[in-house]
């Protein structure tokens, strides 16, 4: 696009949509204003990409989360015309880096919401046609402040400024029924912007509202409450997005989201499919496929047979015929707290006719079971409904055509425990699909300087369709000219974030200092907590002289805790605690800091991930089942300090163990200890781990605790830290004494509650080895020269974490497109 005509169509969509010049209007306005001219931009490509969609087998996405994060900079890009428009609004006097204010689109929690996102970029910009369903929710994740220490909520109304980058298409709305209401499912449409070629995806969410929405009769009556309570129920469903991560709640409301957009989104796909092939539903599962994200979204698979056999006129068997071809279902977790379970009556209540399906689902099991020879006792192991409750992987493994995991560790663990009995009869269904990144948001928009060093080097910028190219630079890794110009982008992408956080959370880093980052959602698997201890035990050996030569660090946190996740809570306060000591502290300045970072969220981690030295991906070994996190720290070039989990397990495969620093118990390790584990043991020999651990209750820092009912508990606390401590000692203090999140902290890792033993993500039992290999990075850091070359070699080795590779895996050997 000229120059010219954009800086004129961005001054006359200001007048008219604002009556504003350039100069009064906010950031807000000109964002918008660029934004629709975008969207009319590719308007004719998009209607033509839906056409083509619809005419070939094609697949959807269907997903109760997305996490956007912010469309204008990656679409721009993605058009081509990013340079254009950052010059058009230059000239005008607008810096596009005031974007960086425009609200992130957050409809989801973490890792799953953003691989959905990134697998729609991927789709678009490889040419599969996938379009994405989700649910348009009002609030998304909320917002976090850190005030003094702990995490506050606040809502996050995405909306309010506008939502440029979506239509609302009413004429396609759908209706949802359950058995006590009806509402209105309202698509809005947002386009995915290939890269660089004519292809636009879309991503349909659907927004719940009333059929009828306002009560006349009511309402002159002065009933105005009751007037729009129709409107209050239904905007209810699409009003929120839960903010639980990896954790289930059985929750009634969670159950009508789930089954509004699945239902939606299904009724959608067959009425197209009705539009272009009449009644004749013999084509429906070679042109169609559906990937079930989680478990989230497996209600639609009841949905479908019973839209098919109650609203389409085809017979029970064949239905379920087409079910079993049409879906299939990634698991994205082991943990068995996220593993979705409705009760009967909750289904009954809400969806009666979807409860009689999933009976008869049932009742095919068993026959097949039957058939396949499985033994009476062994059937429970597998029913759909079982004790009461409806069991969604399950039906999803029953159902489903293919089922994967996400990297290979966790496809194996699924194979071997997760799913162990479904692997035994039906092995041809499993698959492995690890996750991947786009390289157009996690390279080309947040790392321009590689991104243009990587582009001169290569001679083009290919590698942004097709990275795998990167691996061509890995000559250059004995290339001192190039290495120190890596070097030199490091430090720019640095100076950067020092700035970002100076001005978001009032602390000062230096750029001298290594930068170590853990940014993920707060969660007790992947174990802030012990990078905390450990950073304590660090700061304890700096003060008592033990540790010398310690290459400066800063030590950086960011991520959410679900609101009611009391302990994960309670950890970022712990965090908080001591950076308050170790920032405060005049002895250890030259060598320690700590931040936690208010907020985190997609467009923190642009600013965090470019600048980071370290990746910090701790989790205990057979509990993540990929992380993303980690790829993107390793395309823009830090070292992975790491366990043998996940894909930690694949990125030190492709970029060599010796570029990385990986340590602690491997999952067999943790199997073969697990039963014997004694957390007390380490605690009572260690006397570095028990002078961390004994902060969390000797008065070190302050949970927030009411201060008399803190003297109440004392004397069960002095007994329970005394020197000697012994693990029956420590289960004499009575659970109800246990009063005081750190404390709770505390007990949790040397004896354990009524639901989980000691330590039960083994802390203690990798603290020491996390110190080694921290110290072993503190001393390779030194050759920054050497420490660089490790950098670079991770990034030119990151081809394989593309979203692009993993799309075209689903593609050929799932949807088989
Ligand atoms: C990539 C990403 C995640 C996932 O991070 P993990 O370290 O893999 O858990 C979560 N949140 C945001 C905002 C992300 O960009």
Avoid at 173 to 178: A, E, M, N, Q, T
Avoid at 405 to 416: M, N, Q, T
Avoid at 699 to 707: I, K, L, Q, V
Wanted: charged share 30%; net charge negative.
């Amino acid at each position: 696009m000229q120059i010219n005509s954009l800086m004129k169509k961005i001054k006359e969509g200001l007048l008219r949509d604002y009556d504003k010049e350039v100069d009064r209007a906010s950031v807000q306005e000109v964002h918008n204003v660029v934004a629709k001219i975008a969207i009319t931009e590719i308007s004719k490509a998009w209607h033509e990409s839906e056409n083509r969609f619809n005419t070939n087998r094609h697949a959807y996405f269907l997903s109760a989360e997305f996490l956007m994060g912010r469309a204008v900079q990656n679409n721009l890009i993605c058009m081509g015309i990013y340079d254009e428009v950052k010059e058009a609004l230059n000239q005008l006097g607008f810096d596009i880096n005031k974007f960086e204010e425009i609200e992130d689109m957050a409809l989801g929690n973490g890792g799953l919401g953003r691989l959905a996102a990134c697998f729609l970029d991927s789709a678009a910009s490889v040419n599969v046609p996938l379009k994405g369903y989700g649910i348009r929710y009002k609030y998304g994740l909320f917002k976090q402040k850190i005030e003094e220490g702990f995490q506050k909520e606040y809502a996050d109304n995405w909306t309010s400024f506008g939502d440029e980058w979506s239509l609302r298409r009413f004429e396609d709305s759908i209706k949802i029924r359950f058995k006590d209401i009806e509402v209105l499912a309202v698509p809005y449409d947002m386009p995915i912007i290939g890269y660089e070629n004519d292809n636009i995806g879309t991503l349909r969410l659907w927004q719940s509202e009333a059929i009828e929405d306002f009560d006349f009769d009511l309402f002159n009556n002065c009933k105005y409450d009751e007037a729009i309570r129709n409107k209050t129920i239904a905007e209810n469903i699409s009003a929120g997005l839960y903010p639980n991560d990896n954790t289930y709640e059985g929750k009634i409301l969670r159950f009508r989201q789930q089954y509004f957009f699945s239902s939606a989104s299904l009724q959608d796909l067959i009425r197209k499919y009705k539009e272009l092939h009449g009644k004749d539903f013999s084509k429906l599962v070679s042109l169609n496929t559906i990937q079930l994200n989680d478990t989230h979204p497996v209600i639609a698979i009841p949905e479908f047979i019973r839209l098919m056999t109650l609203e389409n006129n085809v017979e029970f068997d064949d239905a379920f015929n087409m079910a079993k071809e049409i879906f299939n279902y990634t698991n994205h977790t082991v943990m068995a707290e996220a593993l979705e379970k409705w009760d009967v009556n909750l289904v009954k209540d809400l969806v009666p006719e979807v409860y009689e399906v999933i009976e008869k689902i049932n009742e095919k099991l068993i026959e097949e079971l039957t058939d396949l020879k499985v033994k009476k006792e062994d059937l429970d192991k597998y029913e759909v409904i079982k004790d009461n409750q409806v069991h969604m992987a399950r039906l999803a493994t029953y159902i489903g055509k293919y089922i994967n995991g996400v990297a290979e560790i966790h496809s194996e663990i699924l194979k071997k425990d997760t799913l162990k009995e479904w692997y035994e009869i039906y092995p041809d269904k499993f698959q492995n699909k690890t996750n991947g990144i786009t390289q157009r948001r996690w390279l080309a928009s947040c790392n321009k300087e590689l991104t243009e060093l990587y582009s001169r080097l290569l001679g083009d910028k290919s590698f942004l369709k097709d990275l795998s190219k990167l691996k061509e630079l890995e000559k250059y890794s004995e290339n001192k000219d190039i290495i120190d110009e890596f070097i030199q982008i490091k430090k720019n992408k640095k100076r950067e974030l020092i700035d970002y956080i100076y001005k978001h959370e009032g602390i000062k880093l230096e750029e001298h200092f290594i930068l170590d980052v853990q940014i993920k959602r707060l969660h007790e698997y992947k174990r802030q907590f012990m990078n905390a201890l450990s950073i304590l035990d660090i700061y304890f050996r700096l003060k008592d002289g033990e540790l010398k030569d310690f290459t400066p660090t800063a030590f950086i946190f960011g991520g959410k805790a679900a609101p009611g996740y009391a302990r994960a809570k309670a950890i970022i306060k712990f965090i908080n605690e001591i950076a308050d000591l170790i920032n405060n502290d005049k002895d250890v300045q030259d060598k320690l800091k700590v931040v936690f970072v208010q907020n985190y969220n997609v467009s923190y981690a642009e600013k965090l991930i470019p600048g980071a030295n370290v990746s910090e991906q701790i989790s205990t070994a057979g509990t993540e089942a990929s992380g993303t996190g980690n790829m993107k720290f390793m395309l823009n070039g830090a070292v992975t300090l790491g366990t043998y989990d996940g894909a930690n397990i694949e990125i030190v495969r492709e970029a060599g163990e010796e570029n990385n620093y990986i340590f602690g118990a491997t999952e067999e390790e943790v199997l073969r200890i697990k039963d014997s584990y004694d957390p007390v043991e380490i605690y009572n020999k260690d006397k570095h781990i028990k002078r961390v651990i004994d902060t969390l209750v000797d008065g070190t820092f302050s949970d927030g605790y009411e201060e008399e009912e803190v003297t109440e508990v004392k004397d069960g606390v002095e007994e329970a830290t005394d020197e000697n401590i012994e693990k029956e000692e420590i289960e004499t203090v009575e659970e109800k004494l246990i009063e005081g999140t750190f404390k709770e902290l505390y007990y949790a890792l040397l004896k354990g509650t009524h639901w989980h033993k000691a330590d039960h993500y083994f802390i203690l039992n990798d603290l020491e080895r996390y110190f080694n290999a921290r110290i072993k990075l503190s001393n390779d850091y030194k050759n920054e020269y050497e420490f660089a070359r490790k950098c670079f070699i991770n990034s030119v080795n990151a081809g394989f974490f593309s979203s692009d590779r993993t799309i075209k895996e689903y593609a050929e050997e799932i949807w088989k497109l």
